[in-house]
């Protein structure tokens, strides 16, 4: 089933799963002010629908994502954006270009890498909540090569890989790319897919999320994120409060009644 046409992205659901593609092939998916526009209502659009459990983010072409497009990038060295300087708190914020609104979005992320992936193309890799690439995958950073700072880009990466591996990255450039073996045994994607089968192996791992429970499924991811940064004990308190929430459903009392009378459960996501 198709949502809102858009000019830059593709945006379909499949039960309750919505795929994102990127879709500048000729331009090997870079991101300018439209497209990133047309992400955030793309984002807002899947998680306002309360068909849609989550989201599949990948790109067309032999890019996923080769970050900002570097023929639109103001010389005056403001943020890209369509909105004035400064005039919506987003602006205010670290930029954030492609990435998904995970701090304040409650339904989970799998990016499917399916070729290039650097710069601000990254940052789908170190937010995304499964990130899973193509065995024609290839990742690096090159901001230091077109003279700029690599900033939020390679400050989440240094939290997923090890410090040294991603001041290598950072610092080499363009110079140097890590292919999708080594992110995966560095942990920085949790699966390498043969090329041809990557959305088909997008779309078992999302059905295989959507079959538990879609609410215990949101609870659980914002338990994880909403206490990465905190002290382990306050972290386990936070996290239980989300338990509680979630005591208070219709879905949480289907779960145990469907094991007693050995059933597949009937998620209401309510």
């Known amino acids: 089933m198709a949502g809102k046409s858009y ?28 497209m990133i526009t047309e992400l ?3 984002y807002d659009e899947a998680e306002n629908d309360d068909n849609v459990w989550l989201l599949i983010v990948t790109g067309n072409g032999r890019a996923f994502c080769s970050g ?30 492609g990435t998904p609104p995970f701090r ?10 399916n070729g290039i992936c650097c710069g601000a193309g ?28 690599a900033g939020r880009e390679m400050v ?19 110079h140097e790319r890590m292919d999708a073996q080594r992110a995966y045994e560095l942990g920085m994607i949790s699966e390498v897919v043969q090329h041809e089968r990557l959305l088909e192996r997008a779309h078992e791992i999302a059905d ?9 499924v949101r609870g659980t991811r914002l338990a994880i994120h909403k206490t990465l940064d905190l002290p382990l004990h306050e972290g386990e308190i936070l ?6 929430r979630n005591l208070h459903t219709e879905d949480a009392l289907e779960g145990p009644r469907a094991f007693v009378e050995k059933r597949a459960p009937k998620w209401q996501c309510r």
Request: zero cysteines; glycine letters at 4%.
């Open 122 to 149: 990254l940052d789908w890799v170190t937010t995304g909540d499964i990130v899973i690439a193509s065995d024609k995958a290839t990742f690096f950073d090159p901001h230091v090569s077109i003279g700029l700072v």
């Open 104 to 113: 304040r979005m409650a339904k989970p992320v799998l990016a499917a890498i």
């Open 239 to 244: 996290a239980e409060a989300f338990r509680e």
């Open 68 to 97: 900002a497009d570097a023929k639109q990038i103001p010389e005056d060295g403001k943020v890209i954006n369509e909105r004035p300087y400064l005039s919506t708190y987003d602006q205010w914020e670290a930029p954030q270009e």
């Open 7 to 34: 000019d830059t992205i593709t945006y379909e659901v499949d039960g309750h799963t919505a795929t994102i593609t990127l879709n500048r092939p000729e331009a090997l998916n870079a991101l300018s002010p439209y």
């Open 156 to 174: 989440r990466l240094a939290r997923v890989l090890p410090r040294n591996i991603a001041l290598r990255m950072a610092l080499a450039g363009k």
């Open 208 to 216: 295989m999320v959507n079959s538990n429970a879609p609410l215990a």
């Open 40 to 42: 955030r209502a793309a």
